[in-house]
C-alpha cells in the first residue's frame, strides 16, 4: 500500500484537504536557484509517489485532480517542498480512502456539469481550470492549465466554462450517436456571479 511504500503516519492524522491551502509551488526561476532540490534517488521516488497519485486521481478520484496536475509539472526539478506536497496527497488518499464515486443513477440519463478555476496560478500566470460532466451515474473530469492569459478571475472563469463546454458538447454529440439524444438544456454549475452575467447577456 502507499501508506506503507511511502512510510506515512497514520490514516486518523491525515490532511483535510490534497494541498495546503494557498499553497504555492515554486515557479522554476525559483527551483533553478535553490539549494534542496531532490538528490537523483529522492526524484525517482517523488516521481514514483506522482505516479500514484496520478493513477488513483484519474481512476476513481476527480477530488485531487488538480493537485495531481500541479505537482506532475515539477516532476523534471522537483525539490523537498514539491515532495512534502506530493506526500500529503498520498496520505489525503489513504485517510480519506472510504469516499469514492457512487456509480448507477436513480435520474435516468441527464447532464450535469461543474466548473472551477484557479486564476494565475501558473508561472506565466496562466490560470487552471478543473471541471467534470456527469452523465447519468458517470463521471468524467479534466484538470488543464488555460492556454491563453486572462487578465482578471472573471474572464479566467469565462475560459473555464468555455472548456467545459466542449465536453458537455461531445458528451451531447456521443449520446446522440448512440441513440439517447439529450433534448433538455445542460446545466452548467460556476461559482462566481460576475461570470454567470457575461454568459447570461
Known amino acids: 500500500s502507499m501508506s506503507e511504500k511511502y512510510h506515512l503516519p497514520p490514516e486518523k492524522s491525515f490532511p483535510s484537504t490534497p494541498m495546503a491551502p494557498s499553497s504555492q509551488l515554486r515557479t522554476a526561476e525559483d527551483t533553478l536557484l535553490s539549494q534542496d532540490l531532490l538528490s537523483p534517488s529522492r526524484k525517482t521516488m517523488f ?94 473530469s479534466r484538470s488543464k492549465k488555460q492556454s491563453i492569459m486572462t487578465d482578471s478571475s472573471t474572464l479566467s472563469e469565462l475560459v473555464g466554462a468555455h472548456m467545459c463546454v466542449k465536453d458537455i458538447m461531445w458528451a451531447r454529440n456521443f449520446l446522440c450517436e448512440v441513440g439517447y439524444p439529450i433534448t433538455s438544456p445542460t446545466p452548467l454549475f460556476i461559482d462566481t456571479k460576475s461570470t454567470l452575467k457575461i454568459i447570461e447577456h
Open 47 to 140: 516521481q514514483s509517489v506522482i505516479g500514484d497519485i496520478s493513477w488513483v486521481g484519474f481512476h476513481t478520484r476527480p477530488d485531487i485532480l488538480y493537485a495531481v496536475n500541479m505537482l506532475a509539472r515539477r516532476a523534471q526539478n522537483p525539490n523537498e517542498y514539491d515532495f512534502k506536497q506530493a506526500l500529503r496527497v498520498a496520505h489525503y488518499i489513504i485517510g480519506t480512502s472510504s469516499l469514492g464515486l457512487v456509480l448507477g443513477s436513480q435520474n435516468g440519463l441527464h447532464l450535469i456539469a461543474t466548473v472551477d478555476t484557479s486564476y494565475a496560478t501558473h508561472d506565466d500566470m496562466k490560470s487552471h481550470s478543473s471541471w467534470s460532466v456527469f452523465m447519468g451515474g458517470a463521471i468524467m
